[in-house]
């Protein structure tokens, strides 16, 4: 069992530091399986001692979201309770502790019910967003599995990516995007990869434990329609209830043209789901040092030091590309598997495991 001054320490940082609870605010604690209760009841009685006016508790679980998709017909499942979006507006802040029994309870069900509900949600999703807002995955023995770790060692790298000087992480993050600001042009080069893109007058933002936990990022959007040739994404991922142990993409003018994987029939249903899903809507660096290898699950291994991601689908409003979608599908490429070299504004930057540019050295 993890050391309960960790689930205490996290309990802080997040109450008091990723959505910094003020006296008199309301906050909506979210626990996705039960396995994430000891977590909130930290975060319960953070809020609580910060001065929070209300705090509720809600608890979810896959198994009654399965039940309900074998079940609900259409009207239910595109039905937005008019009290739920009131009641969500009335919350300052929200906190989702992710702790799911069965990665796989999803993978039968039809795609297309999935994302009827999705859409009928996406407006309650959209209003939770704007307020302040944080994500961890707890640690439980269905996410160990998944990650291919036993559950001590897996306890602790969960929180021990996660306890950081979020503050000073800060700084090197806000050097590295004032580096970043100044590039026009990103080409991506490797195994079965060559990319270019532009990110010309494209806002950067930084990662510091304010949304995710762990974090760890600094991202931006592609402009949308810059994007040509192909990347080979190398960290085995699970989206959708889905496996992909790799995802291989060729774009052109900004547009995904053919795609391959190891799971084609599921890549090819999740680029289809709109019109925005062929088109990307991030692109930003990891540089979480704690996290160094592939997990299946996306808020770990999107932060991987030395690695990029690129997400598929709708971008996020403080860096717009203008890119709309009911997905968000990070995809990682880890530089060390591809022996990558990156070139900004046709100059080599990095090459194989490092840094080579003088500029970028402090990122070794």
Known sequence: ????????????IIVNYSISVKPGEKVLLKGYGFDSYPLIKELYAECIKAGAL?????????????????NANEKQMKYLSPLELKVANNYDAMVQIVADDNPYELKDIDYGKIQTVQKARKKL????????????????RASA????KNFEDWENFVFDSSIKDWAKEEKMQTKFVNLMKKVKTVRITGKETDLELSIKGQKWRTCCGKFNLPD?????????NSLNGVIKYNVPTNYMSHDFNWVKLTLKKGKVVDGDSDNKEALTKILNTDKGSRYYGEFAFGLNDKIKE??????????????LHMALGKCYEECPNGNDSHIHWDLIF???????????????????TKWVDSRFKFLN
């Open 125 to 140: 999703s959209d209003i939770l967003h704007k307020k302040k807002w944080c994500l961890f995955y707890y640690p439980n």
């Open 294 to 307: 592939g997990t299946r699950q996306i808020l770990f291994d999107e932060k991987m030091g030395k690695s």
């Open 216 to 224: 760890g990022e600094i991202f931006t959007s592609p402009v949308k």
């Open 334 to 352: 880890k530089f060390k598997e591809a022996n990558a070299e990156l070139y900004f504004d046709g100059k080599k930057v990095y090459s194989k």
């Open 145 to 148: 599995q998944t990650a291919k």
């Open 54 to 70: 209300d705090t509720v508790v809600r608890f979810s679980n896959d198994e009654l979201s399965r039940v309900f998709f074998e």
């Open 1 to 12: 069992m993890v050391d309960k001054s960790k689930i205490k320490k996290l309990a802080k």
